[in-house]
């Protein structure tokens, strides 16, 4: 299995609904991330997750919530989010550093 | 901190024709640069990494640290290469943190 699989591809939510989105990987990858691709943008990477443990935060809102259960799943919740918040949010994992990313295929957010 | 700059956001190109997309970087340690490529209604995918030196699709990249430069290159642009370019940057003490540049998008016409 050499792919990053993303649940739901398409997820329209209110602003008071909780949901969260579901990423998973089976190439050993130690290293997950969550990116939010906005139309005509580049990924903007949002976590960092090491080894299961939180690495790097780039600042985010709280109202996303991230979790790694365990070495081939990461999750995102969502709670509170704004129309703002619409985009295309991707999930990657990666070996190391010089091997690049696999990306997931994305879950398409519409907050209304 | 890095920066990457991409600065053609569209190019325009004929089949056959070669094809130079542009890529400077900004950082003072040692980068590691990478090519990513989005065909349309496909997932963003690796192209290239400037540590293997590899040739992908008639795809080259060479880094010239003299000129922050990671330029990508094809001598005859093919139709199936339409699609969006980012060039990326990773710091090999960040945390695995990659920052990309800005895209262009790439159109070869027939």
């Known amino acids: 299995d050499t792919e990053v699989t993303q649940t739901p591809k398409h997820l329209v939510m209110g602003m008071t609904n909780k949901k969260s989105l579901k990423c998973e990987q089976h190439?050993?990858?130690?290293?997950m991330y969550w990116y939010k691709q906005k139309a005509k943008k580049p990924p903007e990477l949002m976590f960092v997750?090491?080894?299961?443990?939180?690495?790097i935060n780039e600042s985010v809102p709280s109202r996303f919530s991230p979790e790694c259960p365990n070495s081939s799943l990461l999750n995102l919740h969502l709670h509170a989010l704004q129309p703002e918040d619409s985009a295309l949010y991707l999930c990657?994992?990666?070996?190391?550093?010089?091997?690049?990313?696999?990306f997931g295929s994305g879950t398409r957010l519409t907050v209304v | 901190a890095q920066r990457v700059t991409q600065p053609e956001k569209l190019l325009s190109v004929f089949k056959g024709a070669p094809v130079e997309l542009k890529c400077n970087y900004s950082?003072?340690?040692?980068?590691?640069l990478f090519w990513y490529v989005q065909y349309s209604r496909q997932r963003l995918q690796l192209l290239l990494r400037?540590?293997s030196r590899e040739s992908i699709k008639g795809f080259t990249a060479d880094l010239n640290k003299g000129e922050t430069s990671f330029h990508l290159k094809k001598p005859f642009a093919q139709e199936e290469d339409s699609a969006m370019y980012y060039c990326?940057?990773?710091?090999?003490?960040?945390?695995?943190?990659?920052?990309f540049g800005g895209g262009t998008r790439l159109m070869v016409k027939p």
């Open positions: 990657a994992s990666s070996h190391g550093t010089s091997s690049g990313y696999t």
């Open positions: 190439m050993g990858h130690r290293a």
């Open positions: 997750y090491s080894y299961e443990k939180l690495s």
């Open positions: 950082y003072s340690g040692s980068p590691e």
């Open positions: 400037h540590i």
């Open positions: 990326a940057l990773t710091r090999n003490n960040a945390g695995n943190m990659l920052t």
